[in-house]
């Protein structure tokens, strides 16, 4: 139980000083000027044939915590998406990148059909 | 970072842990929820949808309160670059495009118009999408992409009118500071067909809650539609166009569509034959006491208690049935901010014997618009409004 404790209070200590110097420094107003410092958030992907071409350019618009976020989904929505990506919104990849990234999420984050 | 997020969601853990532990009872689901708590600049703890663009959700307990907290609304922007500085000494809304002049107003400029201010619910077009079936890729929200906010502002109206709107227009366009990482992909410009654009109640907001808006919320000044879903809802506003044809981009066609029947829905699966721009909101409430899977004790009292609105006509009454919809029982509702707040509504409950009870809540606006018991589906996952069922354990 001491341990326990002891365990909780370090938890608290750690997570309250993160916190403060969290807010003392990522909002400022100077002047006329309000900035604010966003944080750097990484959801890892899983690992599996064809993820560099995923982390190579599927970040280059969004965080690649949009493939995470997904429900798991059928290689046919899948294969919509990557295609919607590409061809709507100018994803750079050739055809072959294409199906690599493709087979990476139907695998990886799919239903199995 | 990623430590610092584990550690962090740890905290919470353990703080209902210890909570839980001093009452005795145990929320069902604590270890198999595995969403990830952020802290963002001006917000609070926050599920993390995704971080570049962020998109943030509540947790569902903020509304217990009548009004949302500013640094507990949720964040939901489309595009990776956005606003993280603002000097107000530069920042202009410009108004123009078919228009007697072109207008450039600072801050204090808008703030000399008549000041405007109501209640009015906020809530993202895919608020509930994940509880789709079929599943549908997007924004995987649950309830927390709402919220009920005290905006002030200026009238649109009147800053459309001190431009003079010209015969012959159309749509009236609105752009932000926020802009795509690559030039393929669109700017995220919505429109408002102009009929739409001066009627009274919608406001260039430039206060939330009677604060200036969080950076994330729209910084320095935002549009408010009430009753419309927020894709309307401009965050940091800075250009307003009047047009003579009817703005058709991406962000408007075809993205943000419904379908163009009564329901806005489709056969699960399947694709409507012509769409619309998806427009006001659907009745809906959400209950957020007692939380799915929660135990309670036999004969103690509990309050069933949750949140209900619509796209701009009031609350009417809910009901509420705590034996899967069999009974049903009006519910008592709290203050009435208005026809564009949500209202509260509760019910007290004493369950008798122990077992499995399903609690559900039905609310019906006053032109008699309702919730269904099935889910109405479509191929973007919108318009979201079936009766909840809530599952609870009494011991």
């Known amino acids: ?113 | 970072m990623d430590k610092w997020l584990t550690r962090r969601f740890f905290l919470k853990t353990v703080g209902v842990f210890t909570a839980t532990a001093a009452i005795g009872s145990w929320p069902a689901n604590i270890f198999a929820d595995e969403k990830k708590l952020v802290r963002f600049p001006e917000k609070t703890d926050l599920i993390l949808l995704t971080s570049r663009p962020p998109q943030l959700e509540t947790p569902l307990h903020y509304f217990k309160e009548l009004l949302t907290p500013n640094e507990a609304l949720f964040v939901r922007w489309h595009l990776a670059n956005i606003p993280t500085s603002v000097d107000l000494s530069q920042w202009r809304l410009n108004i123009g495009g078919n228009t007697d002049r072109e207008l450039h107003m600072s801050m204090d400029d808008l703030k000399k118009l008549d000041k405007v201010s109501y209640t009015a619910v906020i809530q993202c077009s895919g608020n509930g999408r994940s509880f789709f079936e079929p599943s549908i890729p997007g924004g995987q929200w649950e309830n927390g992409a709402m919220g009920n906010v005290t905006w002030t502002g200026a009238r649109l109206k009147d800053i459309l009118n001190a431009a003079g709107i010209k015969a012959g227009s159309v749509d009236v366009a609105f752009n932000g500071l926020d802009s795509a990482p690559l030039p393929t992909l669109a700017d995220f410009v919505k429109s408002l067909p102009v009929d739409k654009a001066v009627e009274d109640d919608i406001i260039v907001a430039y206060e939330m809650n009677g604060a200036p808006l969080t950076m994330l919320n729209g910084f320095p000044a935002r549009l408010i539609v009430p009753g419309w879903y927020a894709t309307y809802w401009m965050k940091a506003l800075t250009d307003i166009k009047v047009l003579t044809q009817t703005f058709e981009e991406f962000w408007m066609k075809p993205a943000y569509r419904i379908p163009d029947n009564a329901c806005g829905c489709v056969e699960p699966g399947t694709a409507p034959k012509k769409t619309v721009p998806i427009n006001r909101m659907t009745t809906r409430s959400v209950i957020v006491t007692p939380t799915q899977g929660s135990g309670l004790k036999a004969k103690n009292p509990v309050e069933v208690m949750g949140v209900a609105f619509s796209g701009g006509y009031g609350i009417k009454d809910v009901v509420v049935s705590v034996d899967g919809g069999k009974t049903w029982n009006t519910a008592r509702l709290g203050r009435d901010l208005g026809k564009y707040s949500w209202v509260q509504w509760f019910h007290s409950w004493r369950p008798e014997k122990p077992g499995k009870y399903t609690v559900m809540a039905k609310a019906t606006n006053s032109i008699g618009e309702s919730q269904p018991f099935d889910s109405l589906w479509n191929p973007s996952g919108y318009l979201w409004n079936k009766i909840e069922k809530i599952e609870v354990n009494v011991i």
């Open chain 1, 1 to 113: 139980m001491k341990k326990l404790l002891f365990f909780l209070i370090l938890i608290f200590a750690a997570g309250s000083v993160h916190a403060q110097d969290k807010d003392a420094k990522d909002t400022v107003v100077t002047g006329t000027t309000k900035s604010i410092t966003l944080p750097d958030i990484k959801t890892p992907l899983k690992d599996g044939a064809g993820k560099e071409y995923v982390e190579g350019n599927c970040n280059i618009c969004h965080s690649t915590d949009y493939i995470n976020m997904q429900p798991k989904l059928p290689r046919a929505k899948w294969s919509a998406t990557v295609k919607k990506m590409v061809k709507t919104f100018g994803c750079p990849v050739n055809e072959a990148e294409m199906k690599a990234i493709e087979d990476y999420l139907a695998a990886n984050y799919g239903t199995g059909s």
